[in-house]
């Protein structure tokens, strides 16, 4: 098992829509999840943190942590296509407090 | 605007040549990091420096030397480099190397070995 998994994609939704990216993790003890947004040709920007169970807004963007099931996701509503991104899923595991990325899902919004 | 700054966005560099991308941080972090990202694939970490100290090395090649000269600069000094080595080079700082709290990353250095 990967210790961050995500789905490559694309993810393709049309404009307006809910978009929802998943992420697992192996390390039961974690504590700190994170999703980043990085453009083609751009660096990785943080657009959301999440350390307990439940959900986290941001605007648009709505962080979900299950610690039980091992997985963190991100929704982003009324999705743009200014959102066409890959989405990083990030985790610190415990003990080494490594910051383990997952691969990204490519999200592609549809004008 | 990005407060970890990197230098320079792009650089070319032969084989032979000797080169230093430079990073700058402001926002009182402890930690700086180097990472390495090919296209389509997430950045890989290469060193990592702890209050100025070298904390992690990923086993990283001697053709690639860090160097921390204060807690807000970082350097990455190349020679000798290869075409593989090719990348998107990114510097990033958190509170703390044994933080739960986020890295932030600059906008990044593209080199091409040629």
């Known amino acids: 098992q990967k210790e961050v998994e995500q789905n490559s994609g694309p993810l393709s939704v049309p404009e307006g829509a809910i978009a929802s990216l998943n992420c697992t993790y192996s390390d039961r003890g974690s504590q700190s999840f994170f999703w980043y947004r990085q453009y083609s040709g751009k660096s990785p920007e943080l657009i959301m943190s999440?350390?307990?169970?439940g959900d986290k807004e941001d605007g648009r963007f709505t962080a979900q942590l299950n610690k039980a099931s091992q997985y963190v996701s991100l929704l982003i509503r009324d999705s743009q296509p200014s959102d066409s991104a890959t989405y990083l899923c990030a985790v610190i595991f415990s003990g080494t407090y490594k910051y383990i990325f997952g691969t990204g899902t490519r999200l592609k919004v549809l004008a | 605007d990005t407060e970890v700054t990197q230098t320079p966005k792009h650089l070319v560099m032969g084989m032979t040549n000797k080169k230093s991308l430079k990073c700058e941080q402001h926002?009182?972090?402890?930690?700086m990091y180097w990472y390495k990202q090919k296209a389509k694939k997430p950045p890989e970490l290469m060193f990592v420096y702890s209050y100025e100290k070298l904390s992690i090395n990923e086993s990283v090649p001697s053709r690639f030397s860090p160097e921390c000269p204060n807690s807000s600069l970082l350097n990455l000094h190349l020679h000798a480099l290869q075409p593989e080595d090719s990348a998107l080079y990114l510097c990033a700082s958190s509170q703390g190397a044994q933080s739960l709290r986020p890295i932030y990353f600059g906008e990044g250095s593209w080199l091409t070995v040629v």
């Open positions: 926002m009182g972090h402890r930690a």
């Open positions: 999440i350390y307990s169970n």
